[in-house]
């Protein structure tokens, strides 16, 4: 179907008081679709014809001007690796339907070399017989 031909028009209207905006409160104010707004504002962008003026909020929003200048660096991420890490762990098992049955090589490679604790507890009863048999050299069952 396309972006609305009307959607380009409004934007412009509505970013000639040099107020920097985020796609979403742009959308709103057009009664546009979000998607359709971050795409022409993407494109404008690109055309150098907009430019990002700042990211803000928890999520690191972008917020437009709708002239020429440069763009604003976005801020690194402030969540310590090894929780992103968990995060990426946690959603692979999602995905996979909580089974490590259905994972491929590489997610369960990187499951593995992972430092969340995903791998269940072993029952304790069982641990101290295998340490018992490797102790003692011994298998037997």
């Not at 090894?82 to 996979?96: I, P, S």
């Not at 997610?107 to 641990?127: E, Q």
Request: glycine fraction near 8%; charge should be positive; proline fraction near 7%.
């Amino acid at each position: 179907m396309g972006i609305p031909n009307r959607t380009l028009p409004l934007i412009r209207a509505l970013m000639a008081d040099g107020v920097p905006r985020s796609a979403p409160e742009i959308a709103q104010l057009i009664g546009s679709q979000k998607k359709y707004v971050r795409q022409i504002l993407a494109d404008l962008v690109e055309d150098g014809a907009a430019h990002i003026e700042s990211y803000r909020g928890p999520y690191k929003t972008s917020f437009y001007l709708l002239c020429a200048g440069e763009n604003a660096t976005k801020p690194e991420s402030q969540s310590p690796r090894h929780v992103l890490e968990r995060a990426r762990v946690r959603n692979r098992r999602v995905r996979a339907g909580g089974s490590m049955k259905n994972l491929d090589d590489k997610a369960l490679d990187d499951l593995y070399r992972a430092s969340a604790p995903w791998w269940p507890n072993g029952d304790p009863v069982v641990i101290g017989a295998v340490n018992a048999m490797v102790r003692c050299g011994r298998v037997s069952a």
